[in-house]
């Protein structure tokens, strides 16, 4: 099972929107919606910041919100801040039953 | 509120078995509503999904992993483990431990993560 991908690296300005994309195929990312997205910041484990395409955990900031459109999915961070900085990894359920991750995006905000 | 630890030795040698256990504490491993599941992050790289296990003990593995990985639960102790056998370098990584849910397929829980050394 190939790693979904995603960009390097996206940046942006405090305040500006950004999104980060992930593509996979029609056996896993288009094919369902157990799509999730997770920020990790360095030392730190991942933290879960969006399930089901578009939906949010309690407690993360209305700022972060989540599509899909065919085989990609992409996480959408408006009014950036210093905080949003970190790693964002993408992750699907596959239609073998497994789960993949993203490559991983450095986000880093100028 | 569900907290996940892992342990384990943080050396192991090339071509020895890397054991790996998660202790589950706020929560019982024996619900019927999350997997449990283990995934790696070599330093400076991505995350990789290692395999999942269900409280009957069914399991799923990562393809690219599944002749060297047993996953194995024992709810007595509220605890599932990992063994990856024949281990080299290109196992050296941050292992996490992960409760991962059964209806929407996400990681919200995490362990703190423990890096695992392979090296003689």
């Known amino acids: 099972q190939s790693a979904l991908t995603q960009p390097a690296s996206v940046s942006g300005s405090p305040g500006q929107s950004i999104t980060i994309s992930c593509t996979g195929t029609s056996s896993d990312v288009g094919g369902y919606n157990y799509v999730s997205w997770y920020q990790q910041h360095p030392g730190k484990a991942p933290k879960l910041m969006i399930y089901?395409?578009?939906n949010r955990p309690s407690g993360v900031p209305d700022r972060f919100s989540g599509s899909k459109s065919g085989n990609t999915a992409s996480l959408t961070i408006s009014g950036l801040q210093a905080e949003d900085e970190a790693d964002y990894y993408c992750?699907?359920?596959?239609?073998?039953?497994?789960?993949?991750f993203g490559g991983g995006t450095k986000l880093t905000v100028l | 509120q569900v907290q996940l630890q892992e342990s384990g030795p943080g050396l192991v040698k090339p071509s020895q078995t890397l054991s790996l256990t998660c202790t589950v504490s706020g929560g019982s491993i024996s619900s019927g509503s999350y997997y449990w599941s283990w995934i790696r992050q070599p330093a400076g790289k991505g995350l990789e999904w290692i395999g999942r296990?269900?409280?009957?003990?069914?399991?799923n593995y990562n393809p690219s992993l599944k002749s060297r990985v047993t996953i194995s639960v024992d709810t007595s102790k509220n605890q599932f483990s990992l063994k990856l056998s024949s281990v080299t370098a290109a196992d050296t990584a941050v292992y996490y431990c992960?409760?991962?849910?059964?209806?929407?397929?996400?990681?919200?829980?995490w362990g703190q993560g423990t890096l695992v050394t392979v090296s003689s």
């Open positions: 089901e395409v578009s």
């Open positions: 296990i269900y409280t009957s003990g069914s399991t």
């Open positions: 992960a409760r991962l849910t059964v209806t929407e397929g996400y990681f919200d829980y």
């Open positions: 992750s699907s359920y596959t239609s073998s039953s497994v789960w993949v």
